[in-house]
């Protein structure tokens, strides 16, 4: 090349717009050769394990529900099932699946809020939903409609949609009626409809998902008993154990945490240099156990196991939500045949240490906490989702960025936002990861 | 004029209260209709420098937040204090209770010295920059929020109760959940939730902030009706707004 | 008009016709307490009930109701006109809404209570267990002549019924299994009747309450309003669950246009703070002692002014479980300035 | 309005139309209104409730005299909300009324033949100007007409040109007061009891009708107790928080009286037995 001007692409996204909580983009490349890449987490950092210290078991959830306010319901659910492992509560059937059912809410709620809010404008070519509802009214009446079902059935169960207040350790203050359960089973059905149509909606759009690939470890739960495709049991498991498990106590030989220098939030990794967590991870450990019309879903679009396009993981989210609704027709009609039963818990605080593990929307959520006698919080761990993904996000960028490089700016630029999002990273959530040793 | 713009900012926080206003659905079009939304990063793209009212979700709890608070207020005319962490400090505000050295390293370790990690005394949006409205919460109240907005419009003050959650529990015909045993903060702490806890059977923990006159003197006589001990009033008081300081500055 | 007897299947039945054809609302259990609420089927109904949470006071002035509507330019009124039956009234309550009948139908008629009251066919019934703090027989409202349409008292199999209204009578006309009240059954009413003069009394007045006014009349500047004040949360809720409590706030609220939207009335309280405070700060009443004074008084003197005697406390007990700092007590107020100053002249 | 009484809500506002408005000094407005049905009638020391359709209600006195026929005047303090929005009212505008309300008013023939002494503090002119007007309109009917007008600042003073017109009429005399005197100040200096501390003859058999802030009363009350006023002369009109004018919300009662249906003005000799009125 005889050209004397040397091509600079200077890329600079601060506070990347359309994810929750803050993170920056950097890119600095001349000729084609990339000076540096990185993905930047500046969110003020929140330091949840060392302010919980000191305070009852019976106000941990409380407290780290504010971790994040769209999974608040997964970190509430977390703390709880750790708190009952520590103190040695025992959490009747009916509950577990209420439970279960809340959580399943949850996912609905979240993955809807990124597909149809946050990533939507991506495929559509529009800057937010706002606009987008000139470009397709229809498409975006089903996400609302999709949206408003998710926090109403967040809503009846937790008492509202974010930050729950019915959860407590041993059970629920209070589980909807049979009416109410009825009602959401009715919604759920029509929900299960509109799920459908807008798959079909994405599917003509699915061509300006990106194509890239790159290998890495997935890690998420797996439950073997019974053999379902789990959010709420299980222990965890990855693609690079081959099927097989780690009890979730042992956690913190999986999350090995670390600090860098581009980021309030930590990383982790495993076997490789990084790992991936979320939906895609749980579809590539699980889909054969995904229920009926999820499948047809995952078939509909194109996504098969073993998938390792992180863009796709947007697709997984969807997929998973025709999953949990599918899933929960069928939680409900048990719920109401056995009859149900208010059940008010009564527990007592003991010392003790325990850890609650469930899939986040995002991926797989550790918490662990140490009481004393009085049931006094001494110590506490949090291993986020978000986090474990930082590094591959890392990654992504690092094999990304030479594959595009002569795109231009504005298209690696979009590329780079896109796959950030497609992550769903929950940074405000990420940023108070601790020690990887647990503080005693 | 045209319509007032707006544009929404957050801080350190979960972001739940802005997650509220994206849960209005359709009615976030009658909120474009009547106001610019110039500014939203967890929602769109677009970003501005000039807006008449801002939104402010999280609280400070950084220098340079502090910094870009105060330049966000010399821009609005209006600034509203969205949610606990805004108007009270809010869980945030439970790390005051500590060392902050001895709180960063406690998470981050030998690391805690890097200089992104920097933290400083947590603090309410009122303690830092003058607040003209605070929507109370954590989260928010969404009719609550609309309700100011539409305030705003009218160059209304909201009548914002100055009784406490008490009042909306027994309208709606409670059991009271001290009778089960927990220790509720209704009785001090500010209304306007329609006792959103109590009415799912949970106790109030004081989430919008303390009364302007709450009454110390009555807790201690219902702590010793009911055989507990001070110390577990105390640190439930903490939760919000970190403890015994008054909520209004 | 008459009394009869009915079995209480045969009123089982009346129920479930009722449900059929119109809004019924009925003393049902709420975890180990009573609420009133819609009724879906007759066998939710607790006619053994001792207290509900609320009075029934909620469906006639109801804790939040639109008064009026506007578009921007002109008011229109809103008046519920929906026809219900209101099952399981005790006598006390009924005493307390005959007494709110008189207040916001005399002078100026409040037409958006009255509405809701003549749209009511209230089914009241006898005590049938006393309530942790009922002290309604100290206050002689334990049992009530007048006020119901259809007034039961469970006898066993049975119930008596006694229908006072034209609209009792044709109700009752409607059931399966009346027949006529017997001497025994009458017998066994009155006793019912008159156990309930006696045993309804967890807290026991220490004078008659046509006694109170005038011993409320010496205690204006006694030391227990200072004493009660200190310990009192203002949180207003002995207001609240009060069936002789009838203060209200009004409140506008606009809808996005900013031009149409509604007047609301909510309840209020006259021991919460700001209730006596106007433009500029100032507050009439703004000590806590002075509010707990005013709330007695209301109960135990101006009230009873107004309406021709009746105290306006109607022993139901409500307010002495709902305080949490239990201070809300009447007869115990009642008593200790009975100790100190005593009655008579 | 319909037959039966249950037809009509007490709590809805009539509409009236806004005549003629303007400022009095920075923070009072003037407004001359009437009826779009008809005509109100009303008696001196009547309030009405003033509606601002989405902002609420607020008690304002009358402040014409029900011998003018051209609609009625209203005086309004911008202090909130409901007051703010009546501000904006334009000339033409729509605005909602309900009253008259108040059964305590002036004994407009009680004190007929008497000396009167009016004691109006800042806006406390407003409600006492209805009955001075009246009897303005029927002089005849009354003797010596003392009306005493104090102010914190001269720039807070209202209908100055009307007071000094009042003041040249036979048997009427106008005196004011300000706390705080400025450059040209004709009048006296001081709180309004140094105007009645003044008075220098036997004012045992007049009239007095005081109104202004509650903390004036006190005051008064002593002075005139020093000139041995007796109770049942002295006349108050007296302000509470309102919410519904017509006797059911219980926020403006003191004891057992409702300001709003038991006064608002009322005779000090029966103040005396309500320990909250004053
Ligand atoms: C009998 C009577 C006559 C009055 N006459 C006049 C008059 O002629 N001119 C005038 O400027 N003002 C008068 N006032 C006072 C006037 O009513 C209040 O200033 C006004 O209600 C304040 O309402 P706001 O919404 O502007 O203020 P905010 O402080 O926003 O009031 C909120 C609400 O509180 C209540 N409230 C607050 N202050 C008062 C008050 N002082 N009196 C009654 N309710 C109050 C109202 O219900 C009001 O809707 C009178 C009051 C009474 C009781
Ligand atoms: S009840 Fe208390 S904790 Fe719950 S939302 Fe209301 S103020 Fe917050
Ligand atoms: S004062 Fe108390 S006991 Fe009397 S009627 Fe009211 S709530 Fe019942
Ligand atoms: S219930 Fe008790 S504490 Fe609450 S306002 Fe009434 S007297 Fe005071």
Request: aromatic share 8%; net charge negative; proline share 4%.
């Amino acid at each position: 090349m005889s050209q004397q001007k040397s091509k600079k692409i200077r890329i600079d996204v601060k506070h990347l717009t359309r994810v929750e909580g803050h993170g920056n983009i950097l890119l600095n490349a001349t000729d084609g050769r990339i000076e540096k890449i990185e993905w930047q987490v500046p969110e003020a950092p929140r330091f949840f394990e060392a302010m919980v210290r000191g305070h009852s078991y019976e106000d941990i959830q409380i407290i780290v529900s504010r971790i994040c306010g769209i999974c608040s319901i997964t970190h509430s659910l977390a703390a709880t099932k750790a708190v009952e492992d520590a103190l040695g509560i025992e959490v009747p059937e009916q509950v577990d699946k209420i439970r279960r059912l809340l959580h399943y809410s949850e996912q609905l709620q979240s993955h809807i809020l990124h597909i149809g809010y946050l990533a939507a404008p991506d495929f559509f070519g529009t800057p937010s939903v706002v606009p987008l509802v000139g470009k397709a009214e229809e498409v975006v009446k089903t996400i609302i409609g999709i949206h408003r079902a998710a926090n109403n059935w967040s809503d009846v169960i937790g008492g509202r949609t974010t930050h729950p207040i019915t959860i407590l350790p041993g059970g629920f203050t209070k589980i909807p009626s049979e009416k109410e359960f009825k009602e959401l089973y009715e919604s759920l059905k029509d929900t299960l409809g509109k799920l459908k149509s807008l798959a079909s909606a994405i599917e003509t759009v699915a061509e300006n998902i990106p194509v890239f690939e790159r290998d890495t470890e997935y890690v998420s739960l797996k439950q073997t008993d019974p053999s379902v495709y789990t959010f709420y049991h299980g222990d965890i498991t990855s693609t690079d154990i081959d099927g097989g498990t780690v009890p979730v106590k042992d956690w913190h030989g999986v999350a090995n945490e670390y600090v860098s220098d581009q980021s309030t939030a930590k990383w982790a990794k495993w076997h490789r240099d990084s790992y991936a967590v979320g939906a895609l991870a749980r579809f590539n450990n699980n889909a054969k156990l995904l229920s009926g019309k999820a499948k047809e879903t995952a078939k509909q679009l194109g996504l098969e196991q073993g998938c390792c396009n992180p863009y796709m993981n947007t697709i997984a989210q969807l997929v998973e939500c025709v999953h949990v609704v599918e899933t929960s027709l069928g939680l409900i009609d048990e719920v109401l045949t056995e009859g149900l039963e208010e059940h008010r818990p009564v527990s007592k605080a003991r010392a003790g240490k325990g850890v609650g593990c469930v899939e986040a929307p995002r991926g797989i959520l550790f918490h662990e906490y140490e009481f004393d006698k009085d049931g006094r919080c001494t110590g506490a761990d949090i291993c986020i989702p978000t986090n474990q993904n930082h590094a591959n996000i890392q990654k992504d960028f690092e094999k990304l960025v030479p594959e595009i490089i002569d795109e231009g700016e504005e298209s690696i630029r979009g590329k780079l936002e896109m796959l950030v999002r497609a992550y769903d990273p929950c940074i405000s959530c990420s940023t108070h990861m601790l020690n990887v040793e647990f503080v005693k | 004029m045209g319509k007032p713009r707006v544009a929404i900012f957050d801080f350190a926080c979960c972001e739940g209260c802005q997650l509220q206003i994206v849960n209005l659905e359709e009615e976030i079009l009658d909120l474009t209709g009547a106001f610019d939304v110039v500014e939203w990063r967890e929602a769109m793209s677009e970003q501005s420098d000039e807006y008449d009212i801002a939104i402010v979700e999280g609280s400070i709890t950084r220098p340079e937040d502090e910094e870009r608070v105060k330049n966000i207020r010399r821009r609005a005319k209006i600034l509203i204090a969205l949610g606990a962490c805004a108007t009270i400090g809010g869980i945030n505000k439970l790390k005051n209770n500590f060392e902050l050295g001895e709180v960063k390293e406690y998470v981050y370790g030998k690391d805690s010295e890097k200089p992104h990690l920097d933290t400083a005394k947590t603090k309410a949006v009122g303690e830092v920059v003058k607040v003209d409205y605070k929507v109370h919460g954590c989260p928010i109240d969404r009719d609550e929020f609309t309700y100011i907005l539409r305030c705003i419009l009218l160059g209304k003050e909201p009548e914002i109760p100055e009784w406490p959650v008490c009042v909306e529990c027994k309208a709606k015909g409670n059991v009271c959940v001290w009778e089960y045993g927990q220790v509720c903060l209704g009785p001090i702490t500010r209304a306007g939730c329609g006792a959103r806890c109590p009415s799912s059977g949970f106790r109030c923990y004081g989430c919008r902030g303390y009364i302007d006159n709450p009454n110390v003197e009555a807790a201690k006589e219902v702590i010793e009706k009911y055989n507990l001990d001070i110390k577990d009033l105390k640190a439930k008081m903490k939760l919000f707004g970190s403890g015994y300081e008054p909520t209004k500055k | 008009m008459g009394i009869k007897k009915i079995s209480k299947d045969g009123f089982s039945g009346l129920i479930e016709g009722l449900i059929a054809e119109t809004t019924v609302i009925g003393v049902q259990s709420k975890g180990d307490k009573f609420v009133y609420d819609l009724l879906g089927s007759s066998a939710n109904l607790r006619l053994d009930y001792d207290v509900t949470i609320l009075p029934p006071k909620k469906y006639f002035l109801q804790p939040a109701e639109i008064l009026l509507r506007f578009d921007g330019e002109k008011y229109e009124a809103e008046f519920d006109d929906e026809e219900f039956v209101l099952v399981g009234v005790h006598p006390y309550d009924m005493i307390a809404i005959n007494q709110i009948d008189k207040l916001y139908s005399e002078d100026n008629f409040d037409s958006h209570y009255m509405r809701r009251r003549e749209n009511a066919t209230v089914i009241a019934c006898d005590v049938a267990r006393a309530s942790e703090n009922v002290f309604a027989s100290s206050m002689g409202t334990a049992t009530v002549s007048e006020g119901f349409d259809i007034l039961l008292t469970d006898i066993g199999d049975f119930y008596v019924a006694e229908s006072a209204t034209d609209k009792g009578e044709k109700l009752l006309g409607k059931a399966e299994g009346v027949s006529t009240a017997e001497d025994e059954d009458l017998k066994a009413r009155e006793k019912i009747q008159e156990e309930n003069k006696k045993n309804l009394n967890k807290h026991k007045l220490g004078c008659k309450p046509s006694e109170l006014p005038g011993l409320l009349e010496k205690a204006y500047n006694h030391p227990i309003w200072e004493e009660l004040g200190k310990k009192c949360f203002s949180c207003g809720s002995c207001n609240q669950v009060c069936p002789t409590c009838y203060c209200f706030n009004v409140q506008d609220e606009v809808n996005w246009d900013l031009k149409s939207g509604t007047r609301k009335r909510v309840w209020d309280g006259c021991l919460l703070d700001g209730f006596t405070k106007v433009a500029g700060g100032h507050e009439f009443r703004k000590s806590r002692a002075d509010r707990i004074k005013h709330r007695i008084y209301r109960k135990g003197k101006y009230v009873p002014e107004k309406i021709g005697g009746e105290i306006a406390c109607v022993g139901c007990g409500r307010c002495v479980g709902a305080c949490l700092t239990d201070i809300a007590n009447p007869v115990k107020i009642y008593n200790r300035l009975i100790e100190d100053i005593g009655i008579g002249k | 309005m319909s037959g039966r009484r249950e037809d009509r809500s007490i709590y809805q506002p009539e509409l009236a139309t806004v005549r003629d408005r303007k400022m009095l000094n920075e923070t009072e407005l003037y407004l001359r209104l009437s009826m779009d049905s008809g005509v109100l009638e009303y008696k001196p020391g009547q309030f009405v409730e003033v509606s601002v359709a989405g902002i609420g209600e607020a008690p304002i006195s009358i402040s014409s005299s029900p011998t003018a026929d051209d609609g009625f005047e209203l005086v309004i303090r911008r202090v909130g909300n409901v007051t703010n929005a009546i501000h904006k009212l334009q000339t033409g505008d729509k605005v909602g009324i309900r009253g008259p309300y108040g059964k305590g008013l002036y004994p407009v023939d009680e004190v007929k033949g008497k000396d009167l002494i009016f004691i109006c503090g800042g806006i406390g002119l407003v409600p006492q100007r209805s009955f001075i007007k009246y009897v303005l309109a029927n002089r005849g009917e009354y003797g010596q007409v003392t009306i005493f007008f104090g102010t914190k600042t001269v720039a807070q003073r209202l209908f100055a040109s009307e007071l000094s017109e009042w003041d040249k009429l036979e048997g009427v005399e106008v005196k004011e007061t300000v706390d705080k005197p400025e450059e040209g100040w004709g009048g006296e200096v001081g709180v309004i009891t140094t105007l009645i501390d003044k008075i220098d003859k036997d004012i045992r058999d007049a009239m007095i009708f005081a109104c202004g802030p509650p903390v004036m009363y006190k005051f008064v009350l002593l002075a005139l107790e020093e000139k041995k006023v007796k109770a049942k002369n002295i006349y108050l009109n007296l302000e509470r928080k309102m919410k519904c004018g017509v006797g059911k919300c219980g926020h403006c009662q003191m004891n057992n009286y409702y300001v709003c249906i038991d006064g608002p003005v009322f005779c000090y000799s029966k103040l005396k037995d309500i320990p909250e009125a004053i």
